[in-house]
């Protein structure tokens, strides 16, 4: 008897999911679930275990131990009937840099098994999408670094996939280029397309992410969205002070009191409570005089520092 859709069910399930390179464990016995339709990501530092949990997701790195579902199927025994129904944007672009913007859709497309006039008619619908349409001829050496991240996208997407995996979507894009390449997928989001993409800009996940989990030497530390997680690790503001050069090691007791919790940076103090105006002022008042002071709301970096003791982009 053939199955019908059972969107109930998420589109990624895991349990126990480890991946080991040798003596080294990349990932250590992970839980998660993916819910269809949502955006999720993974977040950490470098050589957290991201990558390779994608790689494993994407069936080009094997499941060393655990049990890992893809679209309701066994990635162990249905890796290419996984691959065939997914979008994979890898950390570095591998675009064909000789061939023109449009031939490299073509010919993506062809990998898929769509004839040349099916190919090509997603080809031009995706480069409007991603907004290269008027580069359609030009060759892709030529192209900016965003151009080429937004060609990534369409080349991911030349299969009609139901999942989007995508390794550090906008690493190395400058702030316009992020915003554009955020806008699209967001677009795709709303399509109902399911989302699952690796970081480690905050800002990206805040953006992007309905919910996440905070990775950190090959373990989940935290999960939840971006709003729960701020709620349960952190507080509503953080007051920053910066010191001129070797003022901020003799401060000894100075702010003890002064907020809930605090945390020294080698280039700044970050003080944590709910009213930062109100803990620059009680500084203020102790005779405390730092170089510049930033009240600013709380993010998901201060959620990692909580937790690992270290920012993100460490």
Partial sequence: MTEGPQTDLPLIHARGLTKRFGSIT???????DVA??????????????????????G?????????????GLDQRTDGPRIRARLGVIPQTDTLDNELSVRENLLIYGRYFGLKWAESGRRADELLDFVQ???????IVEHLSGGMKRRLTIARGLINEPELMLLDEPTTGL????????WDRLYRLKQ????????????????????RLVVMDKAKIVAEGSPRQLIERYSTREVTELRFPPGIQETLDGQLDGVAERIEWLPDRVLLYADDGEAVAVAIHDRGVQPETVLVRRSTLEDVFLRLTGRTLVE
Avoid: W
């Fill in 36 to 57: 269809r339709g949502e955006a999720f990501g993974f977040l950490g530092p470098n050589g957290a275990g991201k990558t390779s949990t994608m790689r494993m997701i």
């Fill in 132 to 138: 290269l349409a008027e580069r359609r001829d030009d």
């Fill in 26 to 32: 990349a990932v250590d016995a992970i839980d998660f």
């Fill in 59 to 71: 069936g080009v790195s094997p499941v060393t131990e655990g049990l890992l579902r893809v679209l």
């Fill in 174 to 181: 400058d702030p316009q280029a992020r915003h554009l390449v």
């Fill in 191 to 210: 399509r109902g397309t399911t989302l699952v993409l690796t970081t480690h800009y905050m800002d990206e996940a805040e953006q992007l992410c309905d």
